[in-house]
């Protein structure tokens, strides 16, 4: 009896990494097993800076709310203590975004915060 092989489930297989790497660049669009390690690196790629992603941005909120607090006389670790303090309960995401577009909301959560 001859080998049976599956031929339809692995053409699948390939077209769907081969149309993953599509916009690659040289045989990493074409050719099966450059594209193959190609799509796998990116999957691996992708994974971690979905977790990066999150860090970064909670970076940029701090650095954003450190500079927003600077202009009146405080640092960043002292306006997060005394909002803690007040219990105001605004995140991170929400400062930076008041802190770069609407200064005088942020400017009032400062003085209420300071007093």
């Known amino acids: 009896m001859p080998r049976s092989v599956n031929a339809v489930a692995s053409r699948a297989r390939r077209k769907k990494i ?3 790497v599509k916009g690659q660049f040289g045989r990493r669009k074409n050719v099966w097993t450059v594209a193959k390690n190609a799509y796998e690196k990116g999957m691996v790629y992708a994974y971690r800076d979905r977790r990066q992603k999150k860090r970064n ?3 940029l909120w701090i650095t954003r709310i450190n500079a ?3 202009e009146y006389d405080m640092s960043y670790s002292v306006f997060m203590g005394k909002l803690k303090q007040k219990n105001i309960n605004l ?3 929400v400062l ?3 802190a ?3 200064p005088t909301t942020f400017k ?3 003085e ?3 007093n």
């Open 18 to 20: 081969l149309k993953a």
């Open 57 to 59: 941005f909670r970076s």
């Open 68 to 70: 927003g607090v600077r």
């Open 91 to 93: 995140d991170r995401k």
């Open 96 to 98: 930076a975004d008041l």
């Open 100 to 102: 770069m577009n609407h």
């Open 108 to 110: 009032a959560i400062v």
């Open 112 to 114: 209420a915060v300071k």
